[in-house]
Every structure is written in C-alpha cells, then in structure tokens.
C-alpha cells in the first residue's frame, strides 16, 4: 500500500498551508502528488431577498481560492511536486466523492465536521459520510491548542487503538507504509470491564494475558518494519481511554478503524470513530475496512 497521492480538502478558515506543511513528510512515504478541493456550498453565496445565489460573491469567493491555490501550488512544484485543484460551488460530499472518483488519491485529508449536534444526528457528520461511502483512509486534521499552532511532527508519536475487528489487518499495511515517516506508535486495546467480572481470578488473568499476547504479537509485526512500538492494555470505556492514553503519552494522531457494520449502527448508537473524529482534540487518522461483498 502507498502513499502517492494526497486529496486535501479545505475550507481554508482552519486548514490552511501550515497544514499541508506538516504533511509534507509523507513524501517520505512515496508523496508526490497533492490534489486541492475547495466546496463553495451554496448557502455561503445565497441571497436574503429572492431565489437563487449572487454569481458576484461566488465569483470573488472562487477566485480567492484561486488565488491561495496558485500560492501553494508554487511552493509545491518547487519541491519538484505534482498539484491539481478544483474549487467548486456544490455540496460538500458528493463534490469530495466526485474528485475521488477522478483522481483515486491514497489519502483524504479534510477539517473536523462543523455540524450541529442535531444535524449529526440525523444526517451524520461529513467525516462518518465519507467513512460509508469510500474505502480511502481519511486524516480529520485538528489544531491541538487555542493558538492554532500546527504540530511540527505530526507523525511523531502514534497512538493506534484496535479492537481486533478485520479491519485491524488494513490499518497495520497502511501503518508500514508510513513506517520512514513515524517517530514511535503506541498500540492500545481497550477491554470492558465486563470482560474481567468473574469471581474466577484465573480466569480474569487469562483474559489480561491472552490480550496482552495478541498486543506483544502486533507490536513485533511492527518492530520488524523498523518501526519503534509498544503495547499497552486498558480497562473501561473505550472512548475514553483511547483519549486518556492519547494524553498519557503525548500522541500526535490517533489511528483508527471503521467497519461497514460501524457505519451503520453509528448514526444513532454512535462509534468509538464517529466519537473520536467529531469530538477528540488530536488530529484522527481513520482506516476503513474493506468493503463488504
């Protein structure tokens, strides 16, 4: 699996070129082609009075993008780069699925949703549409801090939570292809407390060490990759310990999976992915499942 062509899907107002910046280490992981999108939707040129958009403020909105897309462009090609662009008035998923059919990138990388609670719940957040309707791994980018500062090492510090679903097996080929560009990733699994309620304390050791094992088993497969990792177990609910070992151990990104089941149940019961896209401070790198037959 590799890394060849990026999609960055940007609003501007928080994911701008200090973003694309601090992704650039990828071309360490054969990056050489970055695609800009920029979707107008329609409610940002509607007009108060009467139907219809103002063509004047779709204009100026378009060519400003224009404008900051030459820009970047340029840093790029000096960089011996490849960079395509489209700036579209449109709605924001169906345009992103448009431009994937085109130009089938490796990895989409788009702002954390802006949706209300409420239209997320009845029509999803954009990151969780996109997670259903394509295979392609998608990085939900986020300014750890206040300040908006972007984070150098993006790539320094891994935090991968797996639940042991298939889609364990697509996240760690996508994970060893990034091996020259990660610092260090720490692999978490986080058991209910269910699991460990028996009055057998045997049992509830064999439950500890067979996680354990599977945990040590993948952080081998990864070592053996050149790629520093370490295991660690957790107890409770998984949400919130995927965020409290994140902030334990200073992670730079979260890595997830999203299966197709997931995609389904989640619009209403919610998914450890939904959750931690829409609501984590750290920067979410979701690996989808293959599609199921």
Same mark, same amino acid.
């Given at each position: 699996m590799e890394i060849k062509k990026l999609l960055f899907v940007t609003k501007f107002e928080g994911l701008c070129y200090d973003a694309l910046r601090s992704l650039l280490v990828l071309r360490k992981a054969d990056l050489e082609h970055v695609v800009f999108l920029n979707v107008i939707e329609r409610d940002k040129v509607a007009m108060k009075r009467g139907a219809g958009y103002l063509k004047?403020?779709?204009?100026k909105l378009?060519?400003? *993008?224009n404008i900051r897309f030459i820009d970047w462009a340029e840093n790029l090609f000096e960089m011996g780069m490849e960079v395509g662009a489209? &700036?579209?008035v449109s709605t924001l998923i169906p345009e992103i699925l448009k431009v994937i059919e085109k130009e089938s990138p490796d990895l989409i990388v788009i702002g954390r949703s802006h949706k209300s609670t409420l239209?997320?719940?009845y029509s999803g957040s954009d990151v969780n549409e996109l997670v259903r309707r394509t295979r392609i791994p998608i990085l939900v980018f986020k300014h750890m801090a206040e300040d908006k500062i972007v984070p150098e090492k993006l790539f320094e510090r $891994? $935090?991968? *939570?797996?639940n042991w679903s298939e889609t364990v097996v697509r996240m760690v080929e996508y994970i060893k292809s990034m091996k020259n560009v990660i610092?260090? &990733?720490h692999v978490i699994h986080v058991v209910k407390d269910s699991a460990l309620k028996s009055p057998d304390a045997h049992a509830v050791q064999k439950v500890r060490k067979s996680e354990r094992k599977r945990l040590d088993d993948l952080c081998d497969e990864l070592e053996e990759q050149g790629i520093k990792a370490r295991a660690h177990l957790y107890v409770g609910?998984?949400?919130k310990e995927i965020e409290k070992a994140a902030r334990e151990y200073q992670a730079s990104m979260i890595v997830l999976g999203s299966s197709d089941k997931a995609a389904i &149940?989640?619009?209403?019961?919610?998914?450890?992915s939904r959750h931690m896209s829409d609501n984590s401070i750290f920067p979410c790198l979701i690996i989808p499942g293959k599609k199921e037959t």
């Open positions: 004047e403020e779709e204009v378009k060519e400003t *993008a489209y &700036i579209e239209e997320q719940l $891994l $935090l991968f *939570a797996t610092g260090e &990733i609910d998984p949400q &149940i989640e619009r209403w019961g919610g998914s450890i």
